[in-house]
Structures are given as structure tokens and as C-alpha cells.
């Protein structure tokens, strides 16, 4: 079974920094994989921020955190990270993974039917 858990999230002030990690198993970065993150602030829509592919160039990021955010992978950890600098109270949502196969990540979407993997989510609190 295709599983991705992600960690990492919690508390900053605005301005500050977290970094978010999604460790994925079942499936090997050597496939064909587009991994990101998608994230859902109350009362409002899902947001798809960030994306990089396993075998492709090329990552993707959303204009609300481009130059803020920096997606990065590990293959050898089969991990995926979120680097967030920055922050903004905007930011506060809940910040969930998820890994779709053979995807070009200029294609990530918050509300795809083809999820292969899709965490449970951790919550991100940005204060002012």
C-alpha cells in the first residue's frame, strides 16, 4: 500500500521558519512520481503550493509562496521536504502530502481524482 505521513508542522511567529518532511513508502522514488503539498486553511478551498517530480526536471510553486517555499527530495530517504521561511499568518492551514503517478508537476492540482497517496496532514499555525 502507497503511503505517505507527513511531520514537522507546529507553531511559528510571522517571519519565522519550519520545515515539513513527508516520508513515503510502499513505492520507490525511481518510479515516476509527481510528491507535494496541498494545504486547507479553515473556511477556505485547498490550495496546491508545491510540487517536485521523482524521475523529472522541474518542481512547481504556488505565487503565494514562491520565494518563501522550497521543495527539495531525498531519494534515498524516499522523503520529501518543505522548506518555509518567512511565514505569514496567511500560511495557517493544515498542510497535507500526497504523490500521484506519473504526473508533470505542472499539472498539481488541490483536487485531483488520482491520488496514489494522500497524508493525513499536519497542522502549520503562523502568528502574528
Known amino acids: 500500500e502507497r503511503q505517505v505521513v507527513e511531520s514537522g508542522g507546529g507553531l511559528a511567529q510571522a517571519g519565522g521558519s519550519l520545515r515539513l518532511s513527508c516520508s513515503a513508502s510502499?513505492?520507490?522514488?525511481?518510479?515516476?512520481?509527481?510528491i507535494g503539498w496541498i494545504r486547507q486553511a479553515p473556511g477556505k478551498d485547498r490550495e496546491a503550493i508545491s510540487c517536485?517530480?521523482?524521475?523529472?526536471?522541474?518542481?512547481y510553486y504556488a505565487d503565494s509562496v514562491k520565494g518563501r517555499f522550497t521543495i527539495s527530495s531525498d531519494h534515498a530517504k524516499n522523503a520529501v521536504y518543505l522548506q518555509m521561511n518567512s511565514l505569514k499568518p496567511g500560511d495557517t492551514a493544515v498542510y497535507h502530502c500526497?504523490?500521484?503517478?506519473?504526473?508533470?508537476?505542472?499539472?498539481?492540482?488541490?483536487?485531483?481524482?488520482?491520488?496514489?497517496?494522500w497524508g493525513l496532514g499536519t497542522q502549520v499555525t503562523v502568528s502574528s
Open positions: 500526497a504523490a500521484i503517478k506519473w504526473l508533470e508537476c505542472r499539472d498539481w492540482t488541490p483536487d485531483s481524482p488520482y491520488y496514489d497517496a
Open positions: 510502499g513505492f520507490t522514488f525511481e518510479d515516476d512520481y509527481a
Open positions: 517536485i517530480s521523482t524521475r523529472r526536471s522541474g518542481t
